[in-house]
């Protein structure tokens, strides 16, 4: 148990549907992070927030789009997806930004596009 | 570019000693975090290494060498339960972590 958790934990969805991944941290922390995790590759940077602002885009397509309503919740809203968008979707917190701090990890979410 | 580089998968038998190794090039440096995944959870940290030399912490051990951009982490007296992926991190000058593909490390009785 990190102090992150995630729903769902598994989403299939199809190319024309709207779903929203929720993501919840419990330790105070001022930062959280998206990231999308495929098989075999490194851990990809999708959004980080700072205090509800978000700092850091890395060139996500249109289709994802974040929320951070306050500083424990971060949502990713998911549209018109595509096959190669199936990944696990990982959420993560920190204490903040512009320090080397350690990020708490949510357990992911599965998600299949089909 | 910058650029984490570990090995995919290591296979090793329980009660050994196993080293995974990670060099990296970055834009700047300001640490190296090491990560256990188990299949289907979550990444949780293990260790933190910013200046060069050898961390231990029980059985794990972390040793970093920023001059040759390398580090590594040790496992002593494999269990089982140390099958996991291990991440690779590297802190870079804007505080934005890079990360490795991860090794894959398969414990043998």
């Known amino acids: 148990e990190t102090g992150v958790t995630q729903t769902p934990r598994h989403l299939v969805m199809g190319m024309t549907n709207k779903k929203s991944l929720k993501c919840e941290q419990h330790l105070g922390h001022n930062a959280m992070y998206w990231y999308k995790q495929s098989a075999k590759k490194p851990l990809e940077l999708m959004f980080v927030y700072s205090l509800e602002e978000r700092v850091e885009n890395n060139s996500v397509p249109s289709r994802f789009s974040p929320e951070c309503p306050n500083s424990s919740h971060l949502f990713l809203h998911l549209h018109t997806l595509q096959p190669e968008d199936s990944a696990l979707y990982l959420c993560a917190s920190s204490r903040g930004l512009g320090e080397a701090y350690e990020q708490y990890f949510g357990p992911g979410t599965r998600l299949t596009v089909t | 570019g910058q650029n984490i580089d570990q090995p995919t998968e290591m296979t090793a038998t329980e009660g050994a000693i196993v080293q995974i190794n990670c060099t990296y090039q970055?834009?700047?440096?300001?640490?190296l975090f090491w990560y256990q995944q188990h299949a289907g959870e979550a990444p949780t940290f293990l260790s933190y290494?910013?200046l060069d030399g050898l961390e231990e912490k029980g059985r794990f051990s972390s040793f970093l060498s920023r001059s040759k951009g390398y580090s590594y982490l040790l496992l002593k007296e494999l269990q089982m339960k140390d099958s996991a992926s291990y991440l690779c991190a590297v802190m870079d000058s804007n505080y934005q972590l890079i990360w490795g593909a991860g090794t894959k490390l398969i414990i043998k009785p």
């Open positions: 970055t834009s700047g440096f300001n640490g």
């Open positions: 290494n910013v």
